[in-house]
């Protein structure tokens, strides 16, 4: 399952930046102010790991999000990868520092927004910190 996710993650996050999709926060099916197809924002967890309502991960968390799906990744920032963060579902600078630090060190785009290539570069605590 884990090579399952990266090569989702990677596939889906190269689809959407052909599409330039990336960036946008906008509900399922709607389009970003340049006119491109956006993810939604993650608003829940699915195994663990931030997804939409309908359980799809496929989807964005970036500053200013404050949800249960910010709470799952701050404690996979804190416990699998060691950030000293709080798990106050709130995303804010010191999150958004952490997941800069997560993509820089998988070699992704740096912009401390957390998507499909976060997810697939990131270890979550589901597993004991597997993924």
Not at 25 to 49: E, F, K, M, V
Not at 71 to 80: A, G, H
Not at 97 to 122: F, L
Request: include cysteine; hydrophobic fraction near 40%; charged fraction near 10%.
């Amino acid at each position: 399952m884990t090579r399952f996710l990266r090569m989702l993650g990677t596939t889906a996050a190269m689809v959407l930046v052909t599409l330039g999709a990336v960036g946008g926060t906008a509900a399922a099916g709607t389009t970003d102010s340049s006119g491109a197809l956006a993810l939604p924002t993650c608003t829940r967890t699915s195994w663990g790991i931030p997804a939409t309502e309908s359980g799809d991960a496929d989807c964005l968390l970036g500053q200013g999000v404050s949800n249960l799906a910010v709470t799952e990744l701050q404690y996979s920032l804190k416990e699998c990868h060691g950030f000293s963060i709080a798990a106050d579902g709130i995303y804010g600078p010191n999150t958004a520092a952490a997941v800069r630090s997560v993509q820089r060190s998988a070699g992704i785009a740096v912009d401390g927004v957390y998507g499909p290539n976060t997810r697939a570069a990131m270890l979550w605590r589901v597993n004991g910190c597997q993924f």
